[in-house]
C-alpha cells in the first residue's frame, strides 16, 4: 500500500464550479499536511499547509484534514480557469511523501 | 532571491552516458532534495541532504545514481551510466529544517532529461 494515495483525475470543471480534491493516507504519524499546484513545465509551489486535523482557509482555497479518517480535501471556490494545473497532496512526519497529482482544468 | 536554480533545463543524451545534474538551493536554506517525476509514478524523492550531509537515500533506485552535496551552495545528481528508463523530469528543492518539519519546500524549474 502506498504511504498516500491520489485519485489522478484528470478533473474538467466550467468556471464557477466548486473543485474538490481528496487524498488519503495510511501513516498515522503525518502531522504536516500540504497541497502544492504545479503548472505545465514547472516545479511544484505551496499552495497551502495544515498542521494536524482542522480546517484552514486561505481566499478562494480551504483545506481540511480528518485524521481519524486519515482523509484530507482541497476545496476550490469560484474556480478561474488560471487555477488550470495539477494539485499535489504532500505530507510528513518523519519523512516526506508526495501524491501522484490531480490534473484539474477549469473550461472558460 | 533568484530561487533553486537547476541546470541544465533541458539534457538529450545517449544511452551509456554520464549525466551530472546540478543545483543551487536558496541561500540560508539548510535542506536539499532531489525528486524525478513521471506520468506513471509521480513525484519520486529520491534523496535529501541537510547541513551538506545525506540524510536518506532509500529513494535512489540503483547504484548507477548518486548525489553529492559539496557545500550549502551546491548539489549534484549524477546517473553513470544512464538508460532509456531513467527519463524523466529531475526536480531538486529547498528548504528549512529537517524534512519531517520541512513543510514548505521550493522547488527549482527541472531538468528534462531524456536518454535515447
Known amino acids: 500500500q502506498k504511504e498516500v494515495e491520489q485519485d489522478p483525475g484528470p478533473l474538467s470543471v466550467p468556471e464557477g464550479a466548486i473543485v474538490s480534491l481528496n487524498c488519503t493516507y495510511s501513516n498515522s504519524a503525518f502531522q504536516y499536511f500540504m497541497w502544492y499546484r504545479q503548472y505545465s513545465r514547472k516545479g511544484p509551489e505551496l499552495l497551502m499547509y495544515?498542521?494536524?486535523?482542522g480546517n484552514k482557509e486561505d481566499g478562494r482555497f480551504t483545506a481540511q484534514v480528518d485524521k481519524s479518517s486519515k482523509y484530507i480535501s482541497l476545496f476550490i471556490r469560484d474556480s478561474q480557469p488560471s487555477d488550470s494545473a495539477t494539485y499535489l497532496c504532500a505530507m510528513t512526519g518523519n519523512q516526506f511523501y508526495f501524491g501522484t497529482g490531480t490534473s484539474l482544468t477549469v473550461i472558460p | 532571491d533568484a530561487g533553486v536554480i537547476q541546470s541544465p533545463r533541458h539534457e538529450v543524451t545517449e544511452m551509456g552516458q554520464e549525466v551530472t545534474l546540478r543545483c543551487k538551493p536558496i541561500s540560508g536554506h539548510n535542506s536539499l532534495f532531489w525528486y524525478r517525476q513521471t506520468m506513471m509514478r509521480g513525484l519520486e524523492l529520491l534523496i535529501y541532504f541537510n547541513n551538506n550531509v545525506p540524510i536518506d537515500d532509500s529513494g535512489m533506485p540503483e547504484d548507477r545514481f548518486s548525489a553529492k552535496m559539496p557545500n550549502a551552495s551546491f548539489s549534484t545528481l549524477k546517473i553513470q551510466p544512464s538508460e532509456p528508463r531513467d527519463s524523466a523530469v529531475y526536480f531538486c528543492?529547498?528548504?528549512?529544517?529537517?524534512?519531517?518539519?520541512?513543510?514548505?519546500?521550493?522547488f527549482g524549474p527541472g531538468t528534462r532529461l531524456t536518454v535515447t
Open positions: 528543492a529547498s528548504s528549512k529544517g529537517l524534512a519531517g518539519l520541512a513543510y514548505e519546500q521550493y
Open positions: 495544515t498542521y494536524s486535523s
